[in-house]
């Protein structure tokens, strides 16, 4: 019997067999400029020659499965000949879905996983459920742990004792890697270049040159100065999609900073939008979106549960998604939580060394348990109860 582990996330879908490694695949479908009519699914996004102006199709919206159209199709490609080549009848699957997920949407989830494809067995879970059960995994002594989990869609933080998520602790923040994107290509269709449709290109640019400014406002006097005094200031060349494939920032030795480049390459300049927008995740109300940032939001989280176990938690706190992989972040969350936390309580900040996939792993270590048959539902259990035995069984 095999099992599928699938971390279906909004941005990416992280999947794999238990016994194998992990592929991190776009979750999504794209329609290039060039060719309006022909849809690529999933990772056949490497197919497309000009992926300027690329077009999304995303079946996530605000963080939730609403277009199940494009869902399948990623799925039936995922699952497919070309991809893992899934024996329905006789494979388990361990998928991801988010916290307190409408119940239409969990019962669409069951019909489609038992119904239609047929699985012999499925467990849907959250993937900080999964985080979390990899953390207590690799450090058996502790008890407790705090999950932050900061995705395409949003930010979650979720307190964990003994494996069992503490409702009354769990916090959304609507800030994620999608709205620092949007952002950036705001700003810089503002400042210098019309970007708003080169989503793909400017998501690159935001991997490439953000970081997570540790003194915000000295950066911001740094970012102002003229020529090489300015130490933030990077020049990143676009990509044309011929000679260039992929967008690059750059070496400091070879920028130009009176005048322009002989090269003839499109040049991005970035100055404090480096910082400024990862800055986002700890200030949203600097845009507008009046809402904790997130060392605030871990403080408040914390501070809802019993007091006995609030020094826990400040010293088992772990990273994952994408954001986290900012440089500098975990530093600066450490730092900030010092400032909020009584000086006599230790704070420990994890980020491991693959936060993406944290959760994935999580769940490979899940399907090897031995008390994992008791947490799946059959499909004979389903085709039996019907919904009412995933929803007891699973805690979502």
């Given at each position: 019997m095999a099992t599928l582990v699938l971390d279906n996330g909004a941005c990416t879908a992280k999947i794999g067999y238990s016994q194998e490694k992990v592929s991190v695949i776009p979750n999504c479908?794209?329609?290039?400029?060039?060719?309006?009519?022909?849809?690529?699914?999933?990772n056949q996004l490497d197919e497309i020659k000009d992926?300027?102006?690329?077009?999304?199709?995303?079946?996530?919206?605000?963080?939730?499965?609403?277009?199940?159209?494009?869902?399948?199709?990623?799925?039936?490609?995922?699952?497919?000949k070309e991809m893992f080549k899934v024996e329905f009848p006789d494979t388990s699957i361990i998928i991801t879905e988010p916290y307190y997920n409408f119940t239409s949407i969990q019962e669409s989830m069951n019909e489609i996983l038992f119904e239609e494809y047929q699985f012999q067995s499925a467990l849907r879970i959250n993937a900080g459920s999964l985080s979390a059960h990899?953390?207590?995994q690799t450090k058996p002594l502790q008890l407790c742990?705090?999950?932050?989990?900061?995705?395409?869609?949003?930010?979650?933080?979720?307190?964990?004792?003994?494996?069992?998520k503490m409702k009354e602790g769990i916090c959304r923040i609507n800030v994620g890697g999608k709205l620092l994107t949007n952002h950036l290509k705001e700003i810089i269709s503002y400042r210098q270049l019309h970007v708003m449709d080169e989503t793909h290109v400017i998501n690159q640019v935001k991997e490439d040159v953000c970081y997570v400014s540790q003194q915000f406002y000295k950066d911001m006097e740094v970012a102002q100065l003229k020529g090489e005094e300015n130490t933030v200031m990077r020049d990143y060349v676009l990509p044309d999609f011929s000679s260039i494939k992929k967008g690059f920032c750059k070496p400091q030795e070879?920028?130009?900073?009176?005048?322009?480049?002989?090269?003839?390459e499109q040049i991005l300049r970035l100055a404090n939008e480096r910082f400024a927008v990862p800055e986002?995740?700890?200030?949203?109300?600097?845009?507008?979106?009046?809402?904790?940032g997130i060392p605030e939001a871990i403080v408040y989280s914390i501070q809802s549960l019993p007091e006995e176990m609030q020094p826990h938690f400040y010293q088992n706190i772990v990273l994952t998604g994408g954001n986290t992989l900012f440089p500098g972040f975990r530093e600066r969350l450490e730092e900030d939580l010092r400032s909020l936390v009584p000086a006599h309580l230790p704070v420990s900040v994890l980020l491991?060394?693959?936060?993406?996939c944290y959760s994935w792993e999580g769940g490979k270590l899940l399907a090897h348990n031995p008390d994992y048959d008791e947490m799946v539902v059959t499909r004979e259990d389903y085709e039996e109860n019907g919904h009412c035995i995933c929803e007891e069984k699973f805690d979502i």
């Open positions: 479908q794209f329609r290039s400029k060039t060719s309006r009519l022909k849809t690529f699914t999933a992926p300027s102006g690329l077009f999304y199709i995303l079946p996530f919206q605000k963080g939730y499965l609403v277009n199940w159209d494009v869902q399948r199709k990623v799925w039936d490609h995922l699952f497919g990899h953390y207590f742990c705090l999950v932050v989990d900061s995705g395409f869609s949003f930010t979650h933080i979720v307190p964990y004792c003994r494996s069992r070879e920028m130009v900073f009176s005048g322009k480049y002989k090269t003839g986002m995740l700890f200030h949203p109300s600097d845009i507008g979106i009046q809402e904790m491991p060394a693959n936060p993406i």
